[in-house]
Protein backbone atom coordinates (compact mmCIF):
# COMPACT_ATOMS: atom_id res chain seq x y z
CA UNK A 1 0.00 0.00 0.00
CA UNK A 2 3.22 2.40 0.78
CA UNK A 3 4.46 1.89 -2.71
CA UNK A 4 1.32 2.50 -4.28
CA UNK A 5 0.32 5.32 -2.38
CA UNK A 6 3.86 7.01 -2.61
CA UNK A 7 3.54 8.94 -6.48
CA UNK A 8 -0.14 10.27 -5.81
CA UNK A 9 0.27 11.26 -2.19
CA UNK A 10 3.71 13.35 -3.27
CA UNK A 11 1.73 15.07 -6.26
CA UNK A 12 -1.39 15.62 -3.64
CA UNK A 13 1.12 17.25 -1.53
CA UNK A 14 2.46 19.48 -4.47
CA UNK A 15 -0.82 20.97 -5.59
CA UNK A 16 -2.43 21.78 -2.70
CA UNK A 17 0.71 22.67 -0.79
CA UNK A 18 0.08 20.74 2.56
CA UNK A 19 1.61 17.58 3.77
CA UNK A 20 -1.06 14.19 3.94
CA UNK A 21 -1.34 11.04 5.35
CA UNK A 22 -2.13 7.37 4.94
CA UNK A 23 -4.05 5.51 7.79
CA UNK A 24 -4.87 2.33 8.96
CA UNK A 25 -6.69 0.69 12.59
CA UNK A 26 -4.03 -1.77 13.96
CA UNK A 27 -4.48 -3.65 17.50
CA UNK A 28 -7.19 -0.69 17.58
CA UNK A 29 -5.14 1.85 16.74
CA UNK A 30 -4.83 4.44 13.71
CA UNK A 31 -1.64 4.01 12.53
CA UNK A 32 0.04 6.20 9.89
CA UNK A 33 2.04 4.14 7.60
CA UNK A 34 2.88 6.87 4.98
CA UNK A 35 3.34 10.48 4.71
CA UNK A 36 4.12 12.98 2.06
CA UNK A 37 5.66 16.54 3.38
CA UNK A 38 4.17 19.75 1.97
CA UNK A 39 7.03 21.61 -0.37
CA UNK A 40 6.22 24.87 1.70
CA UNK A 41 9.01 25.69 4.14
CA UNK A 42 5.50 25.52 7.08
CA UNK A 43 3.60 23.06 7.40
CA UNK A 44 1.50 20.60 9.67
CA UNK A 45 3.31 16.93 8.82
CA UNK A 46 2.07 13.86 10.60
CA UNK A 47 5.11 10.91 11.27
CA UNK A 48 4.95 8.04 10.00
CA UNK A 49 4.56 5.21 12.70
CA UNK A 50 2.27 7.99 14.99
CA UNK A 51 -0.36 6.13 16.86
CA UNK A 52 -3.54 8.03 17.43
CA UNK A 53 -7.19 6.83 19.01
CA UNK A 54 -9.43 6.10 16.08
CA UNK A 55 -12.78 7.68 17.34
CA UNK A 56 -10.57 11.13 17.86
CA UNK A 57 -9.49 11.36 14.02
CA UNK A 58 -11.38 12.38 10.94
CA UNK A 59 -8.47 9.37 9.32
CA UNK A 60 -10.37 7.18 12.22
CA UNK A 61 -13.99 7.79 11.86
CA UNK A 62 -13.62 7.68 8.06
CA UNK A 63 -12.51 4.15 8.52
CA UNK A 64 -15.20 3.39 10.77
CA UNK A 65 -17.95 4.60 8.73
CA UNK A 66 -17.21 2.29 5.56
CA UNK A 67 -16.88 -1.06 8.23
CA UNK A 68 -19.58 -3.18 7.98
CA UNK A 69 -22.27 -2.51 10.56
CA UNK A 70 -21.20 -5.74 12.54
CA UNK A 71 -17.39 -5.09 12.37
CA UNK A 72 -18.04 -1.44 13.19
CA UNK A 73 -20.11 -2.21 16.62
CA UNK A 74 -17.58 -4.94 17.87
CA UNK A 75 -15.09 -2.53 17.41
CA UNK A 76 -17.01 0.34 18.94
CA UNK A 77 -17.53 -2.61 21.94
CA UNK A 78 -14.51 -2.52 22.68
CA UNK A 79 -13.75 1.33 22.93
CA UNK A 80 -13.08 2.43 26.19
CA UNK A 81 -14.18 6.19 25.20
CA UNK A 82 -17.03 5.09 23.08
CA UNK A 83 -18.14 2.73 25.63
CA UNK A 84 -18.25 5.32 28.46
CA UNK A 85 -20.57 7.44 26.19
CA UNK A 86 -23.93 7.77 27.74
CA UNK A 87 -26.09 6.43 25.01
CA UNK A 88 -27.60 9.52 23.10
CA UNK A 89 -23.73 10.29 22.71
CA UNK A 90 -23.20 6.94 21.08
CA UNK A 91 -26.03 7.44 18.64
CA UNK A 92 -25.30 11.00 17.61
CA UNK A 93 -21.32 9.53 16.78
CA UNK A 94 -22.68 6.52 15.28
CA UNK A 95 -25.21 9.48 12.88
CA UNK A 96 -22.39 11.27 12.36
CA UNK A 97 -20.58 7.89 10.98
CA UNK A 98 -23.57 7.19 8.60
CA UNK A 99 -23.10 11.00 7.26
CA UNK A 100 -19.58 10.48 6.60
CA UNK A 101 -19.97 7.02 4.59
CA UNK A 102 -23.01 9.07 2.21
CA UNK A 103 -20.54 12.05 1.96
CA UNK A 104 -17.88 9.86 0.73
CA UNK A 105 -15.64 12.25 2.87
CA UNK A 106 -14.97 14.49 6.32
CA UNK A 107 -13.75 17.98 7.14
CA UNK A 108 -13.57 18.49 10.20
CA UNK A 109 -11.33 20.91 13.25
CA UNK A 110 -9.03 18.67 14.96
CA UNK A 111 -10.29 16.86 17.90
CA UNK A 112 -6.36 16.26 18.98
CA UNK A 113 -4.79 19.57 17.98
CA UNK A 114 -6.11 23.40 18.33
CA UNK A 115 -5.87 25.31 14.94
CA UNK A 116 -6.22 22.54 12.81
CA UNK A 117 -8.59 21.29 9.99
CA UNK A 118 -8.36 17.85 8.88
CA UNK A 119 -9.88 16.40 5.88
CA UNK A 120 -10.58 12.98 5.34
CA UNK A 121 -11.19 10.52 2.33
CA UNK A 122 -11.15 6.77 2.13
CA UNK A 123 -9.26 4.44 0.06
CA UNK A 124 -12.16 1.96 -1.14
CA UNK A 125 -11.97 -1.63 -1.80
CA UNK A 126 -15.17 -2.15 -3.24
CA UNK A 127 -17.65 -0.53 -0.25
CA UNK A 128 -14.72 -0.84 2.36
CA UNK A 129 -12.20 1.31 3.27
CA UNK A 130 -8.99 -0.12 3.53
CA UNK A 131 -7.23 3.32 4.15
CA UNK A 132 -8.15 6.84 5.07
CA UNK A 133 -5.74 9.64 3.23
CA UNK A 134 -6.29 13.00 5.15
CA UNK A 135 -4.47 16.29 5.00
CA UNK A 136 -4.30 17.88 7.94
CA UNK A 137 -3.84 21.80 7.52
CA UNK A 138 -3.23 24.39 10.31
CA UNK A 139 -6.20 27.10 9.85
CA UNK A 140 -4.18 29.96 9.73
CA UNK A 141 -2.79 28.23 6.65
CA UNK A 142 -5.92 27.73 4.61
CA UNK A 143 -5.91 30.47 1.69
CA UNK A 144 -8.72 31.66 -1.04
CA UNK A 145 -7.35 29.93 -3.53
CA UNK A 146 -8.43 26.03 -2.74
CA UNK A 147 -11.70 25.69 -1.23
CA UNK A 148 -12.64 23.04 1.31
CA UNK A 149 -14.50 21.31 -2.29
CA UNK A 150 -11.58 21.52 -4.56
CA UNK A 151 -9.32 20.18 -1.87
CA UNK A 152 -11.48 17.75 -1.24
CA UNK A 153 -11.64 16.83 -5.04
CA UNK A 154 -7.97 16.65 -5.20
CA UNK A 155 -7.67 14.55 -2.45
CA UNK A 156 -10.39 12.22 -3.72
CA UNK A 157 -8.35 11.97 -7.43
CA UNK A 158 -5.47 10.84 -5.28
CA UNK A 159 -7.36 8.50 -3.50
CA UNK A 160 -8.75 6.90 -6.46
CA UNK A 161 -5.19 6.95 -7.83
CA UNK A 162 -3.83 5.21 -5.16
CA UNK A 163 -6.60 2.19 -5.10
CA UNK A 164 -5.73 1.83 -8.93
CA UNK A 165 -2.12 1.34 -8.24
CA UNK A 166 -3.57 -1.07 -5.72
CA UNK A 167 -5.58 -2.71 -8.69
CA UNK A 168 -8.51 -2.04 -7.49
CA UNK A 169 -11.71 -0.99 -9.68
CA UNK A 170 -13.42 2.28 -7.82
CA UNK A 171 -16.54 2.28 -7.74
Known sequence: MRRAARYPMDDLAERIKQSCHLCVIYQDKLIVIAQSRSPEPIALSIEEG???PVMLTAS??????FMEEYERLEFLKRNDLFVSYPVSRQQKFLTGLRD???KGYYIT?????TGV???SVPIRNGLD???SLTVSILSIQLEKTLSY????SIVKEAADKISSNLGIANI
Open 117 to 119: VDI
Open 129 to 131: AIA
Open 149 to 152: DDIV
Open 50 to 52: SLF
Open 109 to 113: DSDLA
Open 100 to 102: IKT
Open 60 to 65: GRVLLS
